[in-house]
């Protein structure tokens, strides 16, 4: 093997540079001991596989990574660090969710402090939970639940939600009139950057029999489209004989998000609960639907953040709200007709200031939630107007 001639080193160096020169890609390296320089064969370098390092800040309503949340929107309305919210607020996130198994929110609350789950055991009509002693009023992304009485109480689908909120405490002052005990707030799935694809089943006690899919991602390649789309169909037995659990779910929802400040989130869902009495000792009863349960529920939420040289610090939102039509008694005599209420909600950020004013049943519907005779019936809540300002420092 010919050898080519070193290069060429002059002026006034430190001497580990000049061998440095010398000896630059000839493979090998020299190093001093004492009073002379040894060279030596430089060793191989290994080539490693790539490491790819992925981060990503959390948000009150994005996925969080872990079992512990580090930011919440449920007690002051706006995305805030956990501790800097004046209330005590407790988050289970998704993960939490799913390591615990719970196909229920009343399962998935089970560990989380001030909280009695499945406070009247087990029931398939409704969560039965207390907070601090009392009934928590429930809310779903920020807005409140139809809520009534016993078999009218709203269930969530705990597979649909990012993270369920606990708020404890009074917040009249932020959300108009509630409970003592404060209130559950679920946060809805909702359209991410990253792809992602799950499909599932599941079998389990008193045969339960379950599959669930959630699919979300770009739609387009400049990814300023997202969408979202979670589904659940659910057959189950219970520990009460001739009751069931038996569930249809589809939660889709889209974001258009033409620049980083500006984003437009539809949330949609839709739920067929089918419960009939299939055994009892009253024969009026029998093959009936089950009383103040609606078949079908739906619910639309569109959210939108102005851009930043339009309006900066303002969104608006405004969401619509379905409840089937359900019966007061067991016999199916007395109907309380579906009904359909608006909200709307606008928000206004600048400096150290934050504005919100919140209007549910916007057009101040009125309407029957419930019928038990002709003696009783319930009215629904009518228009609710909050207005709030906050400082922070």
Not at 67 to 77: E, H, I, Y
Not at 231 to 253: N, V
Not at 350 to 357: C, D, F, I, R
Not at 360 to 379: E, G, R, S, T, V
Request: with cysteine.
């Amino acid at each position: 093997m010919p050898l080519s001639p070193a290069p060429e080193v002059r002026g006034t160096i430190p001497i580990h540079e000049a061998l440095d020169r010398l000896l630059a890609g000839t493979g090998l390296q020299a190093h001093i001991e004492s009073d002379s320089v040894v060279i030596s064969a430089q060793a191989p370098v290994a080539q490693l596989s790539q490491v790819t390092v992925t981060g990503s800040e959390q948000t009150a309503t994005g996925p969080v990574y872990g079992a512990v949340a580090r930011r919440t929107s449920t007690g002051v309305k706006t995305d805030t660090d956990i501790l800097e919210t004046p209330q005590s607020v407790s988050v289970v996130t998704r993960e939490q969710i799913e390591a615990q198994g719970a196909t229920g929110i009343d399962e998935a609350l089970r560990y989380t402090s001030g909280v009695v789950a499945a406070a009247y055991g087990q029931d398939p009509r409704g969560d039965w939970i207390l907070v601090r002693g009392f009934a928590p009023a429930k809310y779903l992304d920020g807005l409140p639940l139809p809520d009534g009485s016993w078999t009218a109480n709203t269930r969530y689908e705990p597979y649909a939600l990012e993270r369920i909120e606990v708020l404890k405490g009074p917040s009249s002052v932020m959300y108009g009139a509630l409970p003592p005990s404060g209130f559950i707030n679920a946060v809805s799935k909702r359209p991410q950057e990253d792809p992602f694809h799950e499909v599932g089943v599941s079998y389990g006690t008193h045969q339960r029999k379950e599959a669930s899919f959630d699919f979300t991602g770009p739609v387009n390649e400049e990814g300023t489209l997202l969408y979202r789309l979670v589904g659940l169909g659910r057959d189950s037995k219970t520990e009460s004989d001739y009751a069931f659990d038996k569930r249809l779910m589809l939660a889709p929802s889209l974001t258009w998000k033409p620049s980083v400040d500006t984003s437009l989130t539809v949330l949609a869902s839709y739920t067929y609960t089918r419960a009939r009495v299939k055994e009892t000792t009253d024969p009026a009863s029998l093959n009936k639907q089950v009383p103040l349960q609606p078949e079908h529920q739906a619910a639309l939420w569109v959210d939108y953040r102005f851009p930043a040289d339009i309006a900066p610090g303002l969104s608006m939102g405004a969401g619509v709200r379905y409840t089937g039509a359900s019966y007061g008694d067991s016999a199916n005599q007395w109907r309380a007709s579906a009904y359909t209420l608006f909200d709307a909600q606008a928000q206004y950020n600048v400096g150290n200031w934050n504005l919100q004013l919140t209007v549910n049943n916007l057009a101040d519907k009125q309407y029957i939630a419930a019928c038990n005779n002709a003696m009783w019936c319930y009215y629904g809540y009518g228009r609710a107007i909050n207005l709030s300002a906050r400082y922070s420092w």
